[in-house]
């Protein structure tokens, strides 16, 4: 039997797949790239592929597809999957699937992370400490310092992550209020939170908000200026979703007139952002007026060592699976498949 091609166009690991080749048995080539851009990867290689698992640094549009002569299945190693035109995928009879069911704990727990970096000014204790022994040392230097009890945590996108950081503020006895139109009512009774029937009264209610939902077209910009002003003034602001749910440049207005109390973002549009973006510019400035009110990190909620192993093992599962018994999961363009 001829072996089985899967192919990783723009791969995010550096050990040779060990990880993969533990469980893939034999009878299976990997053919790994680390590449953005899909020209750099021969039509040969695009044509032999009967597989392909792709991360984040290249998009998989209708051009890309089109190079795909064998292709039956495409798994994206991760949740998300904003990067793949499912739609051409589906016309081309190519099965698209993601791994949603892998850092769920991670996400959230980074989520709830970014918001003590806050409410308990960790990182800021820690720069000022070491920047001046004498005069870092004072408990009264941080500006989003508030008491998390009784506050109320809102919740755009109540799916895994978003049900799991609401579950975690529970446990630090805030008041949780999610909103998400796409879960079925009721389901909030069965969580004990409550729920907002429109983003508005989510946006005006909550004193943090933790972004989960995926990125579409209904959600990009979700976060703008608009929606801004009518969030309470000193909100915290979270993103551990995608970076176009928020509005960058709205975002730094909300958190130079002080209507956003802080933000901690752990995804941009572009990633990475842009370094002359002026939040960026007064985030490595220094400047005084954003002290201890933005914290970035690099797409990374999702990561732990375990969660990527894991990530990895079910992306690959996912693809023999298919190509082996036809058995399918986490399919995310049944409605555009042409077979």
Not at 73 to 88: E, M, W
Not at 99 to 125: C, K, M, W
Not at 201 to 213: C, M, Q, S, V, Y
Request: aromatic share 8%; glycine share 8%; with cysteine.
């Amino acid at each position: 039997m001829a072996a089985i091609h899967i192919l990783y166009p723009d791969v995010l690991s550096a050990d040779d797949h060990a990880v993969e080749r533990a469980i893939s048995g034999d009878g299976v080539e990997f053919i790994i790239f680390n590449e953005r851009e899909p020209d750099k990867i021969s039509q040969e290689i695009w044509s032999s592929c009967q597989a392909m698992v792709t991360g984040i640094s290249m998009p998989i549009d209708a051009s890309v597809i089109a190079r795909l002569d064998n292709c039956k299945i495409i798994t994206r190693l991760g949740v998300g999957y904003d990067l793949i035109d499912i739609a051409a995928a589906g016309a081309c009879g190519i099965v698209v699937c993601n791994v949603p069911d892998y850092g769920t704990n991670e996400v959230a727990d980074h989520a709830i992370a970014l918001l003590l970096s806050f409410t308990r000014g960790i990182p800021q204790y820690t720069e000022a400490y070491r920047a001046d022994p004498d005069k870092g040392w004072d408990y009264k230097i941080t500006p989003a310092m508030t008491r998390m009890t009784g506050k109320c945590f809102g919740v755009i996108g109540l799916g895994r992550i978003g049900t799991a950081a609401a579950m975690r503020a529970k446990g630090f006895g805030m008041q949780v209020r999610a909103y998400d139109p796409f879960v079925p009512y009721g389901q909030e009774l069965a969580l004990n939170i409550d729920r907002a029937y429109d983003l508005d009264e989510l946006l005006e209610a909550a004193d943090f908000i933790t972004i989960h939902t995926p990125a579409t077209k209904l959600t990009h910009h979700l976060i703008n200026e608009d929606a801004i002003s009518k969030m309470k003034r000193g909100v915290i602001l979270v993103n551990t979703a995608r970076g176009p749910i928020c509005d960058l440049d709205a975002v730094y207005s909300g958190l130079k007139s002080g209507q956003i109390g802080a933000a901690g973002l752990d995804v941009f549009d572009p990633e990475p952002p842009n370094a002359d973006h002026p939040l960026m510019l007064a985030w490595r400035a220094r400047e005084t007026w954003l002290e201890g009110r933005f914290v970035a990190t690099p797409h990374a909620a999702f990561y732990s060592p375990t969660s990527s192993q894991i990530l990895r093992e079910k992306a690959l599962q996912t693809c023999l699976d298919y190509l082996r018994s036809d058995a399918l999961r986490n399919c995310v363009n049944s409605d555009c498949l042409e077979h």
